[in-house]
């Protein structure tokens, strides 16, 4: 019987080596698969890929096997929903078109068991993220869309590979402070009687409580391989993979 809830985010797939690669899509597609009977609903909380960007008739090579593993999740009856991360650039209906996906580009509310859970990928929370939230505002607007849209695919996923890898390493080495605008905001929305504030983007795993709830990060599928699960009235962050194997 289906009845538990699974998260996790910051894969980035097509960031490392064609090795690291293929190592992260196997451990991906072998945990997607280890759920499939137990799982309700699964959550991506953003960054699946390390760029996506996607045309009318274009979308980018490769995951194929990921791909065919989300296909028979959703065709056995799983929920999959998708929050779009800052390596998130969603063009296109491809996933709605495949597999039934709706590309939720804010947040999602929801209730679990008469628990309240707000879910966010996390970015542009930093208190010294403004550059970014105008930056998120232009990349998602629709004219800008359209006319990036323009340019011939192969250059157009090539410059946004750039512009990617650009945002992950000032991510990577970006001074939060000791103020963490994440977990502040999290702590707000627990105050605010929510239950459960699940993020990601901060690529480190943990699990805060506050106010009578609990603040999630998930962590990523590049040095933790870290996920959460709610079932059962309990929410627990886990590892799939030893990253000391690779």
Same mark, same amino acid.
């Given at each position: 019987? #289906?009845?538990? +809830? =699974? /998260?996790?985010?910051?894969?980035?797939?097509?960031?490392?080596?064609?090795?690291?690669?293929?190592?992260?899509? &196997?451990?991906? &597609?072998?945990?997607?698969?280890? @759920?499939?009977?137990?799982?309700?609903?699964? /959550? !991506?909380?953003?960054?699946?890929?390390?760029?996506?960007?996607?045309?009318?008739?274009?979308?980018?090579?490769?995951?194929?096997?990921? /791909? &065919?593993? @989300?296909?028979?999740?959703?065709?056995?009856?799983?929920?999959?929903?998708? !929050?779009?991360?800052?390596?998130?650039?969603?063009?296109?209906?491809?996933?709605?078109?495949? /597999?039934?996906?709706?590309?939720?580009?804010?947040? @999602?509310?929801?209730?679990?068991?008469?628990?309240?859970?707000?879910?966010?990928?996390?970015?542009?929370?930093?208190?010294?993220? &403004?550059?970014?939230?105008?930056?998120?505002?232009?990349?998602?607007?629709?004219?800008?869309? #359209?006319?990036?849209?323009?340019?011939?695919?192969?250059?157009?996923?090539?410059?946004?590979?750039?512009?990617?890898?650009?945002?992950?390493?000032?991510?990577?080495?970006?001074? +939060?402070?000791?103020?963490?605008?994440?977990?502040? #905001?999290?702590?707000?929305?627990?105050?605010?009687?929510?239950?459960?504030?699940?993020?990601?983007?901060?690529?480190?795993?943990?699990?805060?409580?506050?106010?009578?709830? =609990?603040?999630?990060?998930?962590?990523?599928? !590049?040095?933790?391989?870290?996920?959460?699960? =709610?079932?059962?009235?309990?929410?627990?962050?886990?590892? +799939? +993979?030893?990253?000391?194997?690779?």
């Amino acid at each position: 019987m #289906r009845g538990a +809830y =699974y /998260f996790f985010s910051d894969v980035h797939l097509g960031l490392e080596s064609p090795e690291k690669e293929k190592l992260k899509e &196997t451990k991906l &597609t072998e945990f997607l698969q280890s @759920i499939r009977e137990d799982a309700k609903e699964i /959550f !991506i909380v953003g960054d699946l890929f390390d760029c996506w960007i996607e045309y009318k008739y274009v979308v980018p090579k490769g995951f194929y096997r990921l /791909f &065919t593993k @989300i296909s028979e999740l959703t065709e056995s009856g799983v929920k999959i929903n998708y !929050i779009a991360g800052n390596h998130d650039f969603w063009k296109g209906g491809f996933f709605k078109d495949e /597999f039934g996906i709706e590309i939720c580009h804010t947040h @999602i509310e929801t209730e679990i068991d008469g628990k309240k859970f707000f879910i966010h990928h996390g970015d542009g929370f930093a208190h010294n993220d &403004t550059g970014y939230r105008i930056l998120k505002k232009i990349l998602r607007n629709k004219i800008s869309q #359209r006319l990036y849209s323009m340019i011939h695919p192969d250059i157009g996923i090539r410059l946004a590979k750039g512009t990617s890898e650009t945002s992950r390493k000032h991510t990577s080495v970006k001074d +939060y402070s000791e103020k963490d605008g994440l977990k502040d #905001r999290a702590f707000e929305m627990l105050e605010a009687g929510f239950d459960y504030v699940i993020m990601g983007h901060r690529h480190k795993p943990k699990m805060l409580e506050h106010a009578n709830g =609990y603040y999630i990060n998930l962590g990523d599928w !590049i040095d933790n391989f870290s996920y959460g699960v =709610y079932k059962e009235g309990k929410f627990d962050l886990k590892t +799939y +993979y030893d990253t000391n194997k690779l």
